[in-house]
């Protein structure tokens, strides 16, 4: 398996194993990361994508990949990026031997398509696939351990369904009149509402099947779950941490920047 890769000592804290390596069926499921990279980031502006702003002294990507790389049960990362991209060689994580690029795609769902056609060279279709958003840097390693908790101990069912981080909503959310755009429609009970973050944790074979169905059908996808939810399955929200917030627009970058200074305090990092 070729991964466009070779080493580089201090990139990360895990074991160092080649991504794919000793992959083999008739085991327990492993757990694979995926982070679609290719995106411009057009809401954000700028000339450089938001995934490779500084933010305390690293770039986003690279705190958003330490999380996953530096778990010991997360076996590997796949990151889709731009052909165009030209900033990803010049990061810490150029060179991790778990780390493996393959060409992102238009959509940000053709992204994380193509991640999963890569990783089923070597991966279970039973294997885990935790989709995780390159502008989330701040995911902390105890949102993590939940998340892949959830996954071994029977909280999400038989598994099929998989599950996400997820937080519930606090503020009162209003629906606005399609004709004028800025009219209050509606008030929407807010008991039953969650916002969806990563990383989103599914089956590599029913994330596959879910992506190129909702493809085939011209469904819109506005994450992973979504596509799940389309199959009729029923994801398991797992409740997380406020401030693993998506970098999207510049005002979102300095709150980031104190949340992960929180964190650091914190011993969470």
């Known amino acids: 398996m070729s991964t466009e890769n070779g080493s580089r000592a201090g990139a990360g804290s895990g074991s160092g194993t080649e991504i794919g390596a000793g992959a083999s069926s008739g ?3 492993r757990h694979w990361a995926v982070v679609p990279a290719a995106g411009a980031g057009r809401r954000f502006g700028g000339p450089v994508p938001k995934q490779y702003l500084e933010l305390c002294g690293r770039c986003v990507i690279e705190h958003s990949l330490a999380t996953l ?4 049960a997360v076996d590997g990362c796949v990151l889709a990026l731009s052909a165009e991209d030209e900033w990803w060689t010049d990061t810490a994580y150029a060179s991790h031997p778990a780390v493996q690029r393959i060409a992102g795609g238009t959509e940000r769902s053709d992204s994380v398509a193509n991640a999963l ?5 070597y991966a279970d ?5 935790l989709v995780h958003d390159a502008a989330r840097p701040c995911l902390t390693r105890s949102d993590l351990d939940r998340l892949i908790a959830a996954l071994g101990d029977g909280s999400a069912g038989d598994g099929s369904a998989g599950a996400l981080l997820a937080v519930p909503v606090h503020d009162t959310v209003k629906v606005a009149d399609a004709a004028s755009g800025d009219r209050v429609l509606r008030t929407v009970p807010r008991e039953q509402l969650w916002r ?8 590599l074979g029913t ?4 992506l190129a169905r909702a493809r085939d059908q011209g469904s819109a996808i506005t994450d992973d779950a979504s596509a799940i939810e389309q199959l009729g399955l029923r994801p398991l929200l797992v409740s997380g941490r406020s401030d693993n917030l998506k970098i999207t627009r510049p005002e979102d970058l300095p709150l980031a920047q104190f949340f992960l200074e929180q964190q650091q305090e914190q011993g969470l990092r």
Do not use: C, G, I, K
């Open 196 to 203: 969806a973050y990563t990383p989103q944790a599914f089956p």
């Open 27 to 29: 085991r327990n499921p």
């Open 117 to 121: 056609e890569a990783l089923s060279e």
């Open 207 to 210: 994330l596959r099947r879910a």
């Open 69 to 72: 790389l530096e778990h010991p």
């Open 125 to 129: 279709e039973h294997d885990w696939v």
